[in-house]
Each structure stands twice: as C-alpha cells, then as structure tokens.
C-alpha cells in the first residue's frame, strides 16, 4: 500500500459519508461531512463545505466523492509473530484427528514454539511485517499482537521486541505477553513451577524493558486452569497491566468469577462459556472477543452465546486470532463476514466488532469511532452500502486508508 502526497499529519476529508458505529452494534450513517485532522488527531467534522484548507498550504486535501468513511478497523487478538506453519495440522484435522490428538502428537502450539525459537529476530520481523502489510488491505490501522510463542524468556523478548519495531506510521501495534499461552516441554509437566518463571522473572524483565501493553493467558482444558493462571494475572495486575484471557474455547472451565475481581479487558473465544459466568461478566465493562475463523478453521459444532451476550449488554468485539496453527485468517473482512454467517451477528455489530468494540477489549478509548479528539485512523471504502463490509469474501473493497492523518491508497484494492 503506497503513500500518498501528504507528508504532514493534517489532512482535510472532503465529500465524506461517515458511518460510526456505537457499543450497543447499532450505526449513524451522515451524509457529505468534512473531517480535519491535525496533528495526527480528527480535530473538526462538519457539513459538507464549512470547513475548508485552501488558506493552509499544509493541509492536504483528499475528496473522497461521496465514499463511506469508517474508523480504521482494529484487529484486538491475533498471534501475528511466528516462524514456520502448521499445514500438516490442518490436513490431519480435516481427516479427523483432534486439537487434543495434534497436540499429544507433538504438534500444536509446542511445534511453532520450536520453531520460532529457532528463527532470529530479523526473520521474525521479515514475517511478520509482510502479515501485516496485506492485513492493512483489509483496512486495519491497529493490531494487537500477542507473544506466546517462545514460552522462554528470551524468545518472549525477542517478540515483543519484534512487536515495538512493528509499529510505526502504517499501522498501530499493541504488545501482549501471553507467555501462558502452553506449558513448554522443558518444565516437565510442573505447570506451578512454570508460573513461578513467568511471575518472578519473565514478567518482570519484559517490563523493565517496556516491552508489554497487557497481559493475556490461555484457561481452557488444553491450557492452565484459573487457579494456575491466578498469581500470574495478580502479578501482573499488581504492576499496572491490565489483562485479557482466552477463555472456554474448547469446554467450559466456569472460571470467570475467579477472575472478575481482577477486571479483565477482555475474554477471547467463549464457546462453551456458561450463563453464570455471563451474568458476572455483566457487572463488569469486560469485552466478548468472538473469533468465528478459529471456529470456523476447528469446525467446532459449538457457538458463543451471543443471544445471551447480547442480553446482557456485554459488548461484543471481533477479531482474526491470526496463528499459524487454528486461524492463519489475514482479513478482518472475512472475519466479519463469518460473525455474521456463523454467529448470527448483523453487519452493524460486526462492524462495532472491529471498531469501537474492538478498542474497549485493547483497553484503548482514543480509537474506534470517528469523533473530535480521537486517533486520525480512518478506513475509505468503495461499497454503495456499509453491508458491503460484512458481504464480500475473498475482496477488499478498500479505498484508502488513514493512519493519524497520513494517508494510503493502493490503486489494486480498489473496485
């Protein structure tokens, strides 16, 4: 995606028809709205011709002829740096064997920890950064990128140090340490002595070194249980990082109440959560994160509650879950459509999934909305209807991009 003229952040959309979405997954379409954005940040949105730049020589001016505006979308769960795949895992899956079977078998999260322990920190990037370049086609300008694969502390290091040099002008990168992602082979089965690592020396380092936004852990049968997970995240709590859990993908471990206390951000996956961790979530201002391509890639029969969540008035996010292993998923679009098509959520909430939705379960309220004073993140689109966001599969109707204020067009994107 190549840079247009602008070589300042103040940038003036002209002809605009914004649509911005609300928690609730409802939408307000204008109608011929201008947008200034100066100093990186969305400063004035007017009707169409009250605001005008021809008295200042640096603001640029981009006529977007009447196309839908949206916030940049933001992609709050993937696992975006790896070395290797994990292909023979998926032709294993579609003749039958399990998660569970893969993973006893050697395979799983342990087989791309091997090999990204093996890859220097320049290949990591090389990798990760072309990931993220095509997932910018679909519209993306902030992502959140997850540790997880290195389960030691100088591969977790070498991550998020990969994670720091991802972000830049082009997109937004959030850093997680989710060094509970898989009990390393090294640690012999002592899931106890494991955390112990993790709280008493991987956490804090990492730390000093500025290397963490949140704290994330895997608490699913194939994982760590509550208990397990509880001083890592109380740890981390007690050092000012908020966390997030990936939570009842693969069964019902009835464990959020022993985390409310600590008010999780977010909790990732949920299909086999059950009501009475719903009803605490509630109390609570904890995102759902649905990850439908990873239900859809493990055809898992079972679904999120999203009647339930919906109910309640737990606001409900989407996201990739990009890994090499259940979800090597690049586009948001896709994963919007798949909310829709396999979660029965309407084309609005997937939108609030992965705009204002998404920037609650980062822990983030700069972003996710077009609105003074919030991020200068924007994503144009060439569709007749903002439905189109959630209705194409395999195309990107992206017309431009937006990161505060420098703007990004990539002529092939476009219809």
């Known amino acids: 995606m190549s840079l247009c003229s602008n070589n300042s952040s103040d ?21 011929g709205e201008s947008i200034l954005i100066k100093d990186g940040l ?9 605001l005008k730049a021809q008295d200042d020589q640096n603001v640029t001016v981009v006529d977007v002829a009447g196309r839908f505006v949206t916030p940049g979308l933001i992609d709050c769960h993937t696992h975006l740096i790896y070395a290797g ?13 399990s998660y569970q079977e893969i993973l006893e078998n050697g395979g799983g999260i342990l087989s791309t920890v091997e ?3 093996r890859a220097p920190i320049d290949r990591l990037h090389e990798l990760a950064s072309t990931r993220l370049e095509r997932m910018t086609r679909f519209g993306l300008t902030t992502v959140e990128v997850k540790s997880g694969y290195g389960l030691n502390l100088e591969t977790e290091t070498k991550m998020l140090k990969v994670a720091r ?10 850093s997680t340490f989710l060094g509970a992602h898989s009990l390393p082979t090294e640690f012999h089965g002592d899931k106890v002595r494991y955390m112990d690592y993790l709280v008493n020396e991987v956490l804090p380092k990492l730390t000093d070194m500025n290397l963490v936004d ?43 109440n022993a985390f409310s206390h600590l008010a999780p951000i977010s909790v990732d996956h949920l299909e086999y959560i059950n009501d009475r961790s719903i009803e605490s979530m509630a109390q609570g201002n904890t995102v759902a994160v649905l990850v439908p391509t990873a239900s859809y890639f493990l055809k898992q029969q079972q679904k999120p509650p999203v009647e339930k969540l919906r109910y309640y008035g737990i606001p409900l996010a989407l996201a990739t879950d990009h890994n090499p292993g259940t979800s090597p998923v690049e586009s948001l679009l896709l994963a919007m459509n798949m909310g829709c098509v396999l979660f029965g959520l309407t084309p609005s909430e997937a939108l609030s999934g992965v705009t204002i939705n998404a920037a609650h379960a980062l822990g983030v309220s700069d972003r996710g909305r077009v609105d003074c ?43």
């Open 11 to 31: 940038v003036l959309i002209t002809n605009a028809t914004i649509v911005n979405p609300s928690v609730d997954g409802s939408w307000r379409i204008g109608d």
């Open 42 to 50: 969305i400063r004035e949105i007017r009707q169409q011709g009250s």
């Open 85 to 97: 795949n994990r292909a023979t895992e998926f032709a294993d899956r579609i003749v039958g064997k």
């Open 115 to 117: 090999e990204t322990r």
């Open 165 to 174: 040099l991802l972000d830049g002008p082009r997109a937004r990168v959030i």
């Open 214 to 256: 949140i704290v994330d852990g895997f608490c699913d049968q194939v994982a760590f249980s509550a208990n397990e997970l509880l001083p890592y995240f109380e740890r981390a709590k007690s050092m000012g990082l908020p966390i997030r859990v990936h939570l009842d993908q693969l069964g019902d471990t009835d464990s959020f």
């Open 373 to 415: 004073g919030m991020l200068g993140d924007l994503a144009i689109w060439d569709v007749t209807d903002p439905v189109e966001l959630s209705y194409y599969m395999g195309h990107t109707p992206l017309w431009a991009r937006v990161v505060g204020g420098m703007v990004f067009r990539d002529d092939s994107s476009s219809r």
